[in-house]
């Protein structure tokens, strides 16, 4: 029951008003004056105040005022003899919500007095709604700042790595823009001294150079570039053998932004000759932790879904172990899951962690990401069909998904079993536009679906391991 205060000077008018309001289901309180007034409100709370204009003690827009500043959610209605549209909007620009003149009329109070009540409980959820959001903003920036900078720490501290990227931008094109830790201890250049300069400054072969100033990368050049062993002549002239990989960075229409050039000193391995076997099981590891390392590099720039990749990726393995595919299969699976979205790096951070709505533009930047993803990987040799899982993790059974709208079996199966597991997690999940929905209401939407999104036998698997086994998503650090 909403508490009214009641203030005016003569008696039978704010007993009137309240007996009017008390028998429509309001508790009203009368004050003859704004002193007693100010007394009742120190004692206790309400959420209207209806006062008269002309009071002996005190103006009642003064009090209004005062009223107001004390308790900003309290709702004021002015009442007064004298229709005088100056005095009201006077009021209204206190902040009062309504102005009614005496006589005062039964319904049209009754209006009023809602109205007031309804506008009133609408301000305070929407200034709690600011505050949490304005406190979740703050929050969630100061997590993407931590996390950029632990990304940051973790390829500096990668000593035995060295990454390279070379700006593709129109104006900077060939320059250098990032320069780690473990490249400096490769080339024994000083990464003050080579930051904005072009990258032939490293002497480095002229098919790097070339491929680092060409404007475009060809399939052909990228074909070349990846995963090639070379020779790097370091600052004072040694020669180093390395396994090269090139990464395109490409924007969402196609155009190059960036190159990520990766240099994994081999000497060691080469020296070795007893130990070549453990030397290839080392490449291998590389190669899972260099999938591993571009999810961190994803999901860091997105504290909200910070362990996305990886919890979908053990969710998918798992499906696929159920479907009893072979270990290799399973294993495809799970690197695929590890980096499925890998597109994400070419989308703004302040996109992926917008709480609110997002507009057209950024919506096609966001359904981009699994084409951004496939053509940094296409041309990598992976032992699984990796850049086929990224490009098609959104497509649906029935043709409704994207990039490509793909129907059936024109979706592979690792694809297939990765959606699923996509959207399970996703769900089971908190997102920065809503709350986590758990996973009854995951593994409800896809069995409505199943046949008509999903693969059936993805669904049946599912649902199995978490009826049956209840698996459970592991806790991601």
């Given at each position: 029951m909403s508490k009214i205060l009641i203030v005016d000077d003569e008696e039978s008018v704010r007993s009137v008003l309240g007996e009017m309001l008390e028998l429509n289901n309001y508790q009203c309180t009368l004050a003859a004056s704004t002193a007693e007034a100010h007394s009742l409100l120190d004692k206790d709370k309400f959420e209207l105040?209806?006062?008269?204009?002309?009071?002996p003690d005190q103006s009642g827009l003064d009090f209004i005022k005062e009223v107001m500043a004390k308790d900003p959610d309290v709702a004021v209605i002015m009442v007064t003899g004298m229709d005088d549209p100056m005095i009201a909007d006077v009021a209204l620009k206190l902040g009062a919500y309504d102005y009614v003149t005496k006589p005062v009329k039964l319904n049209n109070l009754l209006i009023s007095v809602s109205n007031a009540l309804k506008r009133r409980r609408l301000e305070i959820d929407n200034r709690l709604y600011q505050k949490q959001l304005e406190?979740?903003?703050?929050?969630?920036?100061?997590?993407?700042q931590e996390n950029e900078a632990r990304l940051k720490a973790i390829l500096e501290a990668a000593e035995h790595v060295s990454f390279i990227m070379v700006d593709q931008e129109a104006e900077n094109r060939g320059r250098i823009v990032e320069f780690s830790r473990g490249a400096e201890c490769l080339l024994g250049y000083n990464r003050r001294d080579v930051l904005g300069r072009p990258v032939s400054c490293l002497h480095l072969p002229d098919e790097i150079t070339n491929l680092a100033n060409n404007a475009h990368i060809s399939d052909n050049n990228i074909g070349k570039a990846l995963s090639k062993r070379l020779n790097l002549i370091t600052r004072s002239g040694n020669t180093v053998p390395v396994l090269s990989t090139v990464y395109p960075i490409l924007a969402p229409d196609g155009s190059l932004s960036a190159v990520l050039f990766v240099f994994l000193d081999i000497s060691e391995s080469i020296n070795a000759k007893a130990k070549t076997q453990q030397t290839v099981?080392?490449?291998?590891n590389a190669l899972k932790g260099s999938i591993k390392a571009m999810a961190m590099a994803v999901e860091m720039r997105d504290p909200y879904t910070a362990g996305h990749q990886q919890r979908v990726a053990d969710l998918a393995s798992t499906i696929a172990?159920?479907?009893?595919l072979s270990e290799k299969r399973s294993e495809g699976v799970m690197m695929g899951g590890i980096i499925h979205d890998l597109g994400k790096i070419a989308i703004p951070a302040e996109i992926l962690s917008k709480p609110g709505i997002?507009?057209?533009?950024?919506?096609?930047?966001?359904?981009?990401h699994p084409r951004v993803g496939y053509n940094i990987l296409k041309h990598i040799d992976f032992p699984w069909p990796i850049a086929q899982i990224v490009l098609q993790h959104h497509e649906r059974l029935n043709g409704s998904g994207y990039p490509q709208g793909l129907y059936g079996d024109q979706i592979i199966l690792e694809a297939r079993i990765i959606g699923v597991a996509d959207v399970v997690e996703a769900m089971a999940s908190h997102r920065p536009y809503r709350p986590a929905r758990g996973i009854d209401a995951a593994l409800k939407e896809i069995d409505k679906n199943?046949?008509?999104l999903y693969d059936p036998d993805v669904v049946k698997a599912c649902i199995n391991i978490f009826d049956k086994y209840n698996y459970t998503f592991k806790k991601v650090f």
């Open positions: 105040v209806i006062s008269d204009i002309n009071m406190a979740m903003v703050s929050k969630q920036t100061a997590a993407l099981e080392q490449l291998e172990k159920e479907m009893n997002i507009t057209e533009t950024e919506f096609e930047l966001i359904t981009a199943k046949g008509i």
